[in-house]
């Protein structure tokens, strides 16, 4: 069991940097979850902590011990990758003690890691089988159990479920959710799956273009996102963003996009100082747009043209037109909303974000 710090960690590729000043102290015991779109530099910051790659600036520690310097080897961490590359001509016990015969191990003590293991993973039964012989989600399942045998610090997850299918997929995160519940060891889990970060992660990490976007638990990034890139990146359907301006009284200024006006009395003049040419970007999730007249309906009203609806079984995704922009309204299959129609929407005045049009920082 360890922590894990990053101090101004900068990673490059010739003149391209992937990794730009990036601190983050992951605590002992947590589940960190990097999350952010493809090429974000998630698996790089994964391997510079593993030591499968040189960092440029700032220090690695590893329990307070600063391991830059330190070869990957000997840095008491085990990582599962998304191809779990076993190996074929061994059988399912052989593939999980390779790692501690190298490392000369006593073949009584690499037995009864072996079998823990197994018994943690329900992989008892198929100790004698090669990889061929198995599903997917059981080898994803050895490549797991490839790692535990380590007792590892700390465990590296680079998008090891990428590979199954959906369903197995879900039932594979649970499954590592409650290895981490039972291990308590510190996991850095790397994926670009919001659903995934979400469920699985202690905290979050939203990572874009080698930046860190904000960090926090997931609800925090959910309801407090702190710039419209998280806000659109967390949360499906995604959050529907409205360019808008800012009319009305200094005393009583009104954010109006389109036909939807929403009174700011409530906000700091502090916080609308910081909109540049007194225009922003409005966001709501499609989850807090109601029709009015039906349960959560908020004091803020609206008209959408309805364009096109998507059938989900449990609620319906309207796509809707509110003056010439467009959004998104998750709604109960109970409510009638067919295109063509004319709908009236409600929200909370709380439920909707702020940000600044130009940086698309959140406006507090
Ligand atoms: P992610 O895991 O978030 O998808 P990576 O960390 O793998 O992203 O990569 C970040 C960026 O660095 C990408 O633009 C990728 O193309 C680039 N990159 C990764 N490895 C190398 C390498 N060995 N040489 C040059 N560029 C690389
Ligand atoms: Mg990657």
């Known amino acids: 069991m360890a922590n894990v710090s990053l101090r101004g960690i900068e990673k490059s590729y010739g003149a391209f940097k992937v990794v730009r000043r990036m601190d983050l102290e992951i605590h002992d015991g947590e589940f960190l979850v990097l999350v952010g779109p493809s090429g974000c530099g998630k698996s790089t910051t994964l391997r510079m902590i593993a030591g499968l790659e040189d960092i440029n600036q700032g220090q690695m520690l590893i329990g307070e011990k600063v391991v830059n310097g330190l070869p990957a080897k000997d840095r008491d ?29 006593p073949k009584a003590e690499i037995k009864s890691r072996v079998e823990d293991a197994a018994k943690i993973l329900s992989l008892g039964d198929l100790l004698k089988r090669r990889p061929k012989e198995l599903s997917g989600g059981q080898r994803q399942r050895v490549a797991l159990g490839r790692a535990i045998v380590r007792q590892p610090k700390v465990f590296l997850f680079d ?8 369903q197995l997929r879900v ?31 202690t905290r979050i990490v939203v990572m874009k273009g080698g930046d860190v976007q904000q960090v926090g638990a997931p609800l925090e990034l959910y309801t407090k996102p702190a710039n419209r890139f998280v806000a659109g990146f967390i949360g499906t359907p995604q959050m529907n963003f409205l360019e808008a301006a800012i009319e009305g009284s200094a005393e009583a200024p009104v ?110």
Request: hydrophobic residues 45%; proline residues 5%; aromatic residues 6%.
């Open 159 to 166: 998008e090891p479920l990428s590979n199954l299918d959906a």
């Open 171 to 201: 039932q594979m995160r649970a499954e590592i959710s409650r290895l981490h519940a039972q291990l308590k060891t510190t996991m850095v889990y790397v994926t670009h799956d919001q659903v995934e970060a979400m469920t699985m992660g």
């Open 255 to 364: 954010l109006v996009a389109e036909t939807l006006r929403l009174p700011l009395e409530g906000k700091s003049a502090a916080a609308l100082a910081g909109l540049e040419e007194k225009r922003c970007t409005l966001g709501i999730r499609p989850s807090d747009l109601h029709v009015v007249g039906t349960p959560g309906a908020g004091s803020i009203n609206f008209d959408a043209g309805v364009d096109m609806v998507e059938i989900l079984g449990a609620v319906q995704i309207a796509h809707i037109r509110v003056g010439g922009q467009t959004m998104r309204a998750e709604l109960p299959m109970r409510v009638p909303c067919k295109p063509g129609e004319t709908i009236r929407l409600a929200a909370e005045p709380e439920a909707f974000h702020i940000f600044n049009a130009t940086s698309g920082v959140a406006v507090a």
């Open 77 to 105: 961490i085990a990582m599962v990758f998304q191809n779990y590359a076993l190996y074929p001509h061994m059988d399912v016990f052989q593939n999980m003690a390779f790692g501690l015969e190298l490392r000369k191990f």
